[in-house]
């Protein structure tokens, strides 16, 4: 709980907070892979499928300016790719959020480890890249 005497927000606050912005994040990445997919399906799913010939996912889906290129044409696969990596971003910016709130609150022990946390979900996503 915070000091009363400190300007700042209760666990519980901070917990509801957490909570929502998960939440949030699930419903706009759900939301943006089911248009995404009706949009794909509309679009190509007559489509005969040839299993004999391996075909590898469009040079425009491995990286983010590309996928926004893709939502601009609003193209059901960029779509797709757009939710996944909604849905990716959110325990991320959780904890980015979490951060901030107990840099708020004055924890400063958690400030730390959290940031440790971060610094590991970071480099666990663009190591592969460095």
């Not at 901070?14 to 892979?33: F, S």
């Not at 849905?87 to 480890?113: M, N």
Request: aromatic share 10%; proline share 2%; net charge neutral.
């Amino acid at each position: 709980m915070s000091d009363p005497r400190r300007p700042g927000w209760s666990d519980q606050q901070v917990e509801q907070l957490i909570g929502d912005l998960l939440g949030k994040g699930l419903v706009a990445a759900t939301a943006l892979v089911a248009v995404g997919a009706v949009i794909y399906l509309a679009r190509h799913g007559g489509e005969q499928v040839d299993y004999r010939l391996f075909h590898g996912e469009l040079a425009n889906l491995r990286g983010i300016v590309g996928v926004i290129g893709l939502v601009a044409d609003i193209r059901g696969r960029g779509l797709i790719q757009l939710g996944l990596l909604v849905l990716l971003a959110t325990p991320v910016a959780r904890v980015v959020f979490s951060v901030f709130a107990f840099w708020v609150e004055g924890d400063w022990l958690y400030v730390g480890i959290t940031l440790v946390v971060l610094l590991v979900l970071v480099y666990s996503i663009v190591g592969g890249y460095v």
